[in-house]
């Protein structure tokens, strides 16, 4: 339908970074891959190129988050573009 969220957000982490976030999660969180996980690189340069052009096609509902720092920080990140871009 019309329906529109009022803000989007992209919490961004570089694909290397991902990786290596995936590799370090203790086996038991870690579990088989997904099918995500299985994917090719191409697949996931994709998504960020799509993603990326419906964030700069919407600037004013997009929040991109940089979401390569502690999940304190990013959690921070988020709480901010919240407070500031939606009203009380």
Known sequence: GTTVPDLTLWLRVPRDLARRRIAERSPEAAG???RFEQEQEAFFTRVDAGYAA????????WAVIDATGTPDQVAEAVWSEVTRRLPD
């Open 32 to 34: 088989a891959p997904d």
């Open 54 to 61: 419906l964030a700069g096609a919407e600037p004013g509902r």
